[in-house]
């Protein structure tokens, strides 16, 4: 039996439900399996599928399409997800197969990058390599002081005195001021999702709840912060129930409205036993100072997967630079060697992580070839060349280590590939000035 790729359709939704729910072994009736359901018939478009010689799907995953933005530019991620193959025919190769086709598939679609979560055995020889996920957590249990022990409860359950007002979110007043604020709060933020400045009038709006964990902060008349969070019943367990902050962004230079609005959700939900909070707010400063500020004491949790892992993967490297080079010509004009010409390469020697005691893993598994790029930096304009040529910077790095340089999680200068490097305080000004530390998104890389 042979089998092939294509994207979904309509006709396939049916096949595709009964493949990722026998694939996954979801239960009828379970929030999974009204889930799988929803993607398969609603979003199944999103979809490629593996179909055997009679077109039948016997294998499928979900991709979404995820502009990230690189300060004023943006690079396309493809973020897969809900692999799976037919139960009686996992452990053949199709499984190999799709993902394969799918890497090749996804290049052709002029993907830059793609993430996914799973078995680093397994993902590694598409070329994915481990990659950090970050979240912002609020624990609301008890906390100590020495011998005093105040309860989760009785620190929480008054949301405060503001300067401002906390009052239901209503989308025909506040759908605009919520799409600014956004706007402000993440436009040019390195590794959050591509923001729009304008929103079109929800047609017809939800009218505000008071029930809902959903709210917007104003002073006088102003709008200046908004929250939406929800309880995850797919995270809560019988011990812990667990929220999250689907969505905060407010105001600069208007800290309290942080501070009102985290502390508004955490006087509605702390009386509910072990509670936990999860989100993917930016590991900003301001926003941890404007958080600790309102009396919120919460922790920022870096995950360092290993064997199940987040996964990233570099698709085409020039693509990406190109896609960046507007990005990396303004960082460059602004900076101290405005004036430097020179050559700088970045190179992968492989795609895919593989283990220092075991480098088999990978080789055996096709993991795909390297690729090498220069950034040709003459007259305060960069530009891409993908040729060899002559150069003055050679950087070997792994994928992980570029994806942390591209949105900013970490300097290039700071990343292990430059430790052996003695660079010159020119040379560390120009790396500084490409690939510098930034304010950065979380979430939509891991
Ligand atoms: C994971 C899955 C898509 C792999 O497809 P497949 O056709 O069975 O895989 P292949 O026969 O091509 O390769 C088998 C490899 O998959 C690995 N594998 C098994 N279960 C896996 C899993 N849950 N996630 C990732 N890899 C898995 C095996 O370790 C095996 O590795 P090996 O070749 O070194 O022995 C398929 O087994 C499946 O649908 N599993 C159930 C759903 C699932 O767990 N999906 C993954 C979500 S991340």
Redesign the pocket.
């Known amino acids: 039996m042979s089998y092939r790729l294509r994207p979904a359709t309509a006709a396939d939704a049916q096949e595709m439900f009964e493949t990722q729910v026998g694939?996954?072994?979801v239960e009828e009736g379970t929030l999974r399996w009204g889930a799988s359901r929803s993607y398969c018939f609603e979003r199944t478009e999103q979809h490629v599928v593996m179909v055997d010689e009679s077109d039948r799907v016997v294998?499928l995953l979900h991709i979404h399409d995820h502009p990230i933005q690189v300060g004023t530019c943006f690079v396309r991620k493809a973020d897969v997800?809900?692999?799976?193959?037919?139960?009686e025919?996992?452990?053949?190769?199709?499984?190999?197969?799709?993902?394969r086709e799918t890497v090749a598939w996804l290049g052709e679609q002029g993907y830059h990058l793609s993430r996914?979560?799973?078995?680093v055995?397994?993902?590694s020889?598409f070329g994915y390599e481990p990659f950090p996920r970050r979240f912002v957590q609020i624990d609301l249990q008890s906390v100590r002081g020495g011998g005093r022990h105040i309860p989760g409860t009785e620190l929480y359950s008054d949301p405060g005195e503001w300067p401002g007002q906390v009052r239901a979110y209503d989308e025909s007043r506040d759908y605009a001021e919520r799409a600014r604020l956004r706007w402000e709060f993440d436009h040019g933020r390195s590794g959050a999702l591509v923001v729009a400045r304008e929103c079109d009038a929800p047609t017809h709006p939800a009218p505000p709840d008071t029930e809902a964990l959903c709210w917007v902060y104003e002073r006088e008349g102003q709008v200046l912060g908004f929250l939406h969070a929800v309880e995850s019943p797919l995270e809560s367990t019988e011990r812990e129930t667990v929220f999250t902050i689907s969505e905060m962004v407010y105001a600069d230079a208007f800290p309290d409205a942080a501070g009102a609005l985290v502390r508004m959700l955490l006087s509605r939900i702390c009386d509910r036993g072990q509670v936990r909070v999860t989100s993917r707010l930016p590991w900003d400063e301001a926003v941890a100072e404007a958080l600790q500020l309102a009396g919120v004491a919460h922790s920022r949790l870096e995950m360092f997967q290993a064997v199940?892992s987040n996964m990233i993967l570099v698709i085409d490297l020039a693509s990406t630079l190109e896609a960046i080079s507007p990005e990396l010509n303004r960082r460059v004009a602004d900076s101290l060697v405005a004036d430097w010409s020179g050559a700088v390469e970045l190179s992968f020697p492989m795609r895919g992580k593989c283990r220092i005691d075991d480098p088999t893993q990978v080789t055996a598994?096709d993991a795909l070839p390297g690729e090498a790029c220069q950034l040709v930096i003459a007259g305060g304009e960069v530009t891409v060349d993908a040729g060899p040529g002559p150069v003055d910077l050679q950087i070997e790095l792994t994928q992980a280590q570029f994806v942390k340089a591209l949105f900013g999680i970490a300097a290039l200068t700071e990343l292990p590939c430059m430790r052996g490097m003695r660079l010159s305080p020119t040379e560390r000004g120009v790396l500084d000035a490409l690939f510098p530390r930034t304010k950065t998104g979380s979430g939509p890389w891991g």
């Not at 997800?81 to 139960?87: A, E």
């Not at 025919?89 to 993902?99: E, N, P, R, S």
């Open positions: 694939a996954f072994g294998g997800g809900h692999v799976g193959i037919r139960p025919l996992q452990g053949l190769g199709v499984g190999t197969q799709m993902m996914l979560g799973g078995l055995h397994f993902y020889r199940a598994g």
